[in-house]
């Protein structure tokens, strides 16, 4: 079955402090993967996605099929990093699954 | 703020009756998407169109129907046959069907009483 896990609903962590967002998929294929953010009253949008390997605001996320995850990382938490974080993992059926989300919160 | 338009941001029905979401891109993509986003759910898909005239069934696409005449516009509308409708719908859209990227409007939150 294809499906993505969050493991954590809300992770709580203080400014300057290392963050991770857990992410685990399940999926047979070539999985494609990525975090979306969504920050308050503002909308869903792309964070970043594993094919470009890039870093975004700081978070970077690495793949690891052997482990089957797409964690999300950031050496040093900001309070504008306080937001909803979601996996997503496309399916060669041109669907794009989401996990239930994590939401952050980054104390001051 | 182009790109996809949701309208109208608040809706309140009464049961029973049947309600459509309007969801516009001038982003001149072909894939549009309706998703529901529940606390502790995440999104899941409702439906889902791949070009003008075609759609396919999400997840959930019981209660809901969706149409797709012109690329521009996918509504959506919530059927008295949807158990439990009151929800935040978020509608999508990608260059092409099985883009991962996709680009999301900014939700129409609906209340049904």
């Known amino acids: 079955a294809q499906r993505v896990t969050q493991p954590e609903k809300l992770l709580s962590v203080f400014k300057g402090a290392p963050v991770e967002l857990k992410c685990n998929y399940s999926?047979?294929?070539?999985?494609?993967l990525f975090w979306y953010v969504q920050y308050s009253r503002q909308r869903l949008q792309l964070l970043l996605r594993?094919?470009s390997r890039e870093s975004i605001k700081g978070f970077t996320a690495d793949l690891n099929k052997g482990e089957t995850s797409f964690h999300l990382k950031k050496p040093f938490a900001q309070e504008e990093d306080s937001a909803m974080y979601y996996c997503a993992l496309k399916t060669s059926y041109d669907k794009v699954i989401f996990g239930p989300g994590t939401s952050l919160s980054v104390i001051p | 703020d182009g790109g996809i338009t949701q309208s109208p941001k608040y809706l309140f029905r009464k049961e029973g009756q049947n309600v459509t979401l309007s969801c516009e891109q001038n982003?001149?993509?072909?894939?549009m998407y309706w998703y529901r986003q529940d606390p502790g759910q995440g999104l899941r898909l409702i439906y889902y169109?791949?070009?003008?005239?075609?759609?396919q069934k999400g997840d959930i696409a019981e209660g809901y129907s969706v149409s797709r005449e012109k690329k521009e516009s996918f509504p959506l509308t919530v059927t008295s046959a949807q158990k439990n409708p009151t929800a935040f719908y978020l509608c999508?859209?990608?260059?092409?069907?099985?883009?991962?990227?996709?680009?999301f409007g900014p939700g129409t939150r609906l209340t049904v009483t």
């Open positions: 999926y047979s294929g070539s999985p494609e």
């Open positions: 982003l001149n993509h072909d894939a």
């Open positions: 999508a859209s990608s260059i092409a069907a099985g883009a991962g990227e996709q680009y």
């Open positions: 594993h094919i």
């Open positions: 169109s791949q070009i003008v005239n075609d759609f």
